[in-house]
């Protein structure tokens, strides 16, 4: 088994001119998709993020911390928030980000976490 | 059969794809059965021309790269045990027939293949393991730097085990999507030899061997699939063409092409498949070409072509894939049935400016109609957008010939 990160991107400008009255539906589809995750025996963590504009950087990797307010990446799409699954291979997470990305309605990057859980050795 | 080095290659690269097929699923790594492979050449070199070539040198290949893998196996445990475990695109599946497949290459194809890789690094990664092909041979038929070529399959390779592509044929649900993509990549490598870019031989006859060689393979190992038996009959039935289609270094149009020249046994073999595929009368986009080449290699001289039945396949692919490019090869039937004008007046709504063929069509076009002017800016603007050797020689005579 592999856990993958399945994170969504998208524009906030873009995503804050969908109307309100249509919140409630990717709301359910989203909350729909999540239930599956669990029910399939893949969820392993997920998470919905506050806008970039919340976003703080700390840079302690010289001599004295840094700390900065806005998102690292001046970018216009930023992540909205993420899945974390653990499936058999790239075949079955890339089905997964296919309904992920249909329930939240954006663009679903799909990456593939280091190594494996680690198992004793017999 | 010849055991000195060059029989020997031969051998290796015929070997190759079951080769490396056999032993990924075996020990899971592509690299593991790379090096293995090609362990097992560097002995087949150093034995054969001594001892001879053994009697199924397959399974003497087989026998000895995994070998070689075991022993490196053992050497990586030694040095590391955490190693063997990291191992990935592991198919805990044994060795048994995958429904009608039972042959390991259809999985390295589909791995290949798969949607999640580059389509560039597709064509690479499938010429090097399946078609056995070395990354400087490849790297010279696509045009770039051996080193550009390298790094590209590595880093194919590398994501296929990091983010565990599978090595297997894909479940039902999904299939017919990736056999479209795996005949895709086919028909790219065969395109490439048949109309090369780039300054060098406008044809490379090892790649259309090399596409040919993968459609059959295919269609062995998926032999109820309509759309792959399409692709093996048109690719059959264009390299039948091959030899008539360039004299002199110059391109031949197809009404002009000797059709002496053609060769009969591909021919015969295409419109056997062509065949085969109507009687089961589910038409996709490979059938249907394939269909149109049986209908001109069907014909005995230019002038008898069945234009009609041309424009309806067309017409045909146009509901299934109304692109802007089938609408031009129409076109072209279009000009023979109701004249140039009236397939003019199509050519030129098609929003293709930039394309060679659009703009060489036009130029014909306009010099059937007499326009000359209009000819030739249509011959200057194929000519500057195409990369194909014989063809710019075609295009450059037959502006020369304006009055």
């Known amino acids: 088994m592999a856990q993958y990160l399945m994170s969504v991107h998208g524009n906030e400008e873009e995503y804050a001119k969908v109307p309100e009255d249509q919140w409630p539906e990717m709301f359910a589809a989203v909350e729909a998709f999540n239930q599956q995750l669990q029910s399939d025996g893949v969820w392993v963590f997920a998470g919905g993020l506050q806008g970039a504009e919340t976003a703080t950087v700390v840079d302690a990797s010289g001599d004295a911390p840094v700390i900065t307010d806005g998102p690292y990446l001046e970018t216009k799409e930023h992540i909205g928030g993420f899945w974390v699954i653990e499936v058999p291979d790239l075949d079955a997470a890339l089905r997964y980000a296919t309904a992920g990305s249909q329930a939240c309605q954006g663009k679903v990057e799909v990456r593939p976490f280091q190594g494996e859980p680690e198992t004793p050795e017999a | ?403």
């Not at chain 2, 070998?67 to 990586?76: K, S």
């Not at chain 2, 234009?307 to 490019?325: F, G, H, K, M």
Request: net charge negative; proline share 5%; aromatic share 4%.
């Open chain 2, 1 to 403: 059969m010849s055991s000195g080095a060059a029989g020997v290659e031969r051998v290796f690269r015929e070997e190759y794809g079951r080769l490396i097929a056999s032993l990924t699923r075996r020990f899971g790594d592509l690299d593991i059965a790379e090096d293995a492979a090609g362990e097992a050449l560097v002995v087949a070199l150093e034995r054969w021309p001594v001892d001879g070539v053994p009697p199924n040198p397959g399974a003497w290949l087989m026998t000895t790269a995994g070998n070689r893998a075991i022993d490196r196996l053992r050497r990586d445990k030694l040095r590391d045990p955490k190693h063997q475990a990291a191992a990935m695109i592991h198919d805990p599946t044994p060795h048994e027939p995958t429904g009608v497949v039972a042959d390991d290459r259809l999985r390295l194809l589909f791995t290949c293949c798969h949607p999640a890789l580059a389509p560039e690094a597709r064509i690479a990664l499938t010429l090097r393991m399946l078609g056995g092909l070395t990354v400087a041979e490849i790297a010279a038929a696509f045009l770039v730097q051996e080193t550009t070529m390298g790094q590209r399959i590595t880093r194919a390779k590398a994501k296929i085990k990091g983010a565990r592509i599978p090595y297997r044929v894909p479940e039902a649900d999904d299939l017919p999507e990736r056999v479209g993509a795996v005949l895709a990549v086919v028909m790219l490598i065969f395109n490439e030899g048949y109309l090369a870019s780039g300054d060098g031989e406008p044809v490379r006859a090892e790649l259309t061997a090399e596409a040919i060689r993968l459609a059959r393979l295919l269609h062995a190992l998926l032999p109820g699939d309509l759309e792959t038996t399409g692709l093996l009959a048109l690719l059959l039935l264009t390299e039948s063409r091959r030899l008539a289609r360039v004299r002199g270094g110059e391109l031949v149009p197809l009404d002009e092409q000797d059709r002496g020249g053609w060769d009969r046994a591909l021919i015969a073999e295409g419109h056997a498949l062509v065949r085969a595929c109507l009687a089961a009368d589910r038409p996709g986009r490979y059938q249907i070409l394939a269909a149109v080449n049986a209908v001109h290699t069907d014909a005995p001289t230019a002038a008898a072509t069945d234009w009609s039945q041309v424009a309806a396949l067309y017409d045909q692919l146009t509901r299934l894939d109304p692109s802007p490019i089938v609408a031009l090869n129409r076109a072209v039937a279009v000009a023979e049935l109701d004249g140039p004008e009236v397939a003019l007046a199509i050519v030129e709504r098609l929003p293709l400016d930039g394309y060679h063929a659009w703009h060489a069509t036009r130029a014909d076009l306009l010099r059937r109609l007499g326009r000359s002017a209009d000819a030739r800016a249509q011959y200057d603007a194929a000519l500057a957008c195409c990369d194909n050797t014989a063809e710019a020689s075609y295009l450059r005579r037959k502006r020369g010939e304006l009055v």
